[in-house]
C-alpha cells in the first residue's frame, strides 16, 4: 500500500491504495481523484444544497471521501465485498468521517434477498459484482428500505445525489429506489445504458452528461436538486 494525499478546492483526504489493483494504479499515477470528472461536476451541483448522499458501490472510498470531504456532505456508503468494506472503514477513520459516514456492507437490488459475490479480473476488484443466490452470503436489500432507515432518526433527511455503480445491477438499483427517487428527487450518477436508464426513469428526467471511461450518465429530475442550475462546468 501506498499513501497518497488527494486535494480539491481546498480540501485534502488521506487515502492508501495499491499498485496492483486498477483504480489505485490509476489514483498513484495521475495523483489525481479516480473519475474526477464526475466528481468536479457533481461538486458544482450540490453547491449550496443540503441533505446526504448515497454511494452505491462505494469500493474503498474514493467517491465517498469527495462527497463528505470536499463537499461537505453525510454519505451513507454502500459496499457488498467485505474486503473493500474494511477498506473503506478504515479510510473513513483516517480522514476523521467516522460521523459523517455509514456503511452498510450489503448490495442493493430490487427486492430483499441474498448474493453472492464475484470477483473481477485479476487486478481489478472494482469489476467485483454481485448474483443474486438464495444460499449466497450477502444480504440484498432496497435502496428505498436504507433511505428509510435514515430517514428514522431525521424524518426532513434528503438524498441530494445518488451515485450507483454496481457492474450490470443499476437497473435492479434503481427498481428498489423508486420511493426516494420520487420523494427526494435526487441528482443520480449511473454507470449503465443510457437509452435503458433513461427509459426507467420517464421524460421527467434530464440526462446532462456523461462521465468516466465506463460511461456513467448524470441525470437530474425537474424540479429537483440542482434544476436550473448552472454546472459551472
Known amino acids: 500500500m501506498t499513501q497518497v494525499n ?23 499515477k495521475s495523483r489525481r481523484w479516480y473519475e474526477q470528472d464526475l466528481l468536479e ?15 452505491v458501490g462505494a469500493h474503498i472510498g474514493n467517491h465517498t471521501l469527495w462527497f463528505t470531504k470536499v463537499c461537505g456532505l453525510a454519505v451513507v456508503a454502500v459496499e457488498p465485498n467485505l474486503d473493500n468494506a474494511v477498506h473503506l472503514h478504515s479510510h473513513v477513520r483516517m480522514n476523521g468521517k467516522a460521523d459523517k459516514v455509514e456503511i452498510y456492507n450489503v448490495a442493493l437490488g430490487a ?33 428505498d428500505s436504507i433511505a428509510e432507515t435514515a430517514r428514522m432518526f431525521n424524518p426532513e433527511r434528503r438524498a441530494a445525489l445518488i451515485k450507483i455503480d454496481v457492474e450490470g445491477s443499476a437497473m435492479d438499483v434503481l427498481a428498489g429506489a423508486v420511493e426516494t427517487l420520487e420523494r427526494d428527487r435526487p441528482l443520480l450518477y ?33 424540479g429537483g436538486v440542482g434544476w436550473g442550475a448552472p454546472s459551472g462546468r
Open 190 to 222: 449511473v454507470e449503465g445504458e443510457r437509452d435503458e436508464i433513461q427509459a426507467f426513469l420517464g421524460p421527467k428526467w434530464k440526462c446532462f452528461g456523461q462521465f468516466g471511461k465506463t460511461p456513467t450518465f448524470g441525470f437530474q429530475r425537474q
Open 6 to 28: 488527494l486535494t480539491a478546492h481546498r480540501k485534502s483526504a488521506v487515502m492508501n491504495v495499491s499498485e496492483e489493483d486498477h483504480i489505485g494504479r490509476v489514483i498513484l
Open 41 to 55: 461536476d457533481a461538486y458544482q451541483r450540490l453547491r449550496g444544497q443540503g441533505g446526504y448522499v448515497i454511494d
Open 111 to 143: 427486492t430483499e434477498g441474498r448474493g453472492r459475490i464475484e470477483p473481477g479480473p485479476e487486478g481489478n476488484t472494482g469489476m467485483a459484482r454481485v448474483e443474486l443466490d438464495e444460499g449466497g452470503s450477502v444480504a440484498v436489500v432496497t435502496l
